[in-house]
């Protein structure tokens, strides 16, 4: 009994826990890439006065590249995004 009331906590608060990841509003940005920083897993791109720096990595989605490597300065992209905490994370990146 204790166990399947254990269980039942567990499972409440890991979805609890997770709800939030779930519920995050991907964003798209349009720009031109001002920087690439493969090694940092960085691609900061402007659109007329904003610029955004995202973070790369293993589970960001790439469409007309196959890789942050090749993309480079003055290329016109569109960053797929969510925002975790002061992070703003590629989902997906997408060359023009």
Do not use: W
Request: hydrophobic content about 45%.
């Amino acid at each position: 009994m204790h166990r399947m009331v254990l269980a039942i906590i567990l499972t409440a608060c890991v979805g609890i826990i997770g709800a939030p990841t779930l519920a995050q509003n991907v964003v798209n940005f349009p720009g031109t890439v001002l920087k690439v920083d493969d090694a940092a897993g960085k691609l900061t791109v402007k659109k007329e006065g904003t610029r955004f720096t995202f973070v790369v990595d293993g589970r960001t989605q790439y469409a007309g590249v196959k890789a942050l490597k090749e993309i480079k300065a003055g290329d016109m992209v569109t960053v797929s995004y969510i925002t975790m905490g002061s992070q703003y994370v590629a989902q997906k990146i997408a060359k023009k």
